[in-house]
């Protein structure tokens, strides 16, 4: 196995935020095409629910 295919814990949220945050549109459809895209926990898809949908109703 190669080193270059691990990668450090929390690198596929970072990706999902970074993939998310360029399409433009935070709904849940975009939170579940890119928890499924990057292979996400629930315990993460929850996690970006809070960061990007429930942070935009507080401010």
Known sequence: MSDST???KGEDL???VRWISDQGTWDYKRI???S???NLSPKDQEF???FF???K???
């Open 6 to 8: 691990i990668q450090p």
């Open 14 to 16: 970072r990706k999902a």
């Open 32 to 34: 579940e095409e890119a």
């Open 36 to 38: 499924q895209r990057f």
């Open 48 to 50: 970006l629910i809070h």
């Open 53 to 55: 949908l429930k942070s």
């Open 57 to 59: 109703s507080i401010g």
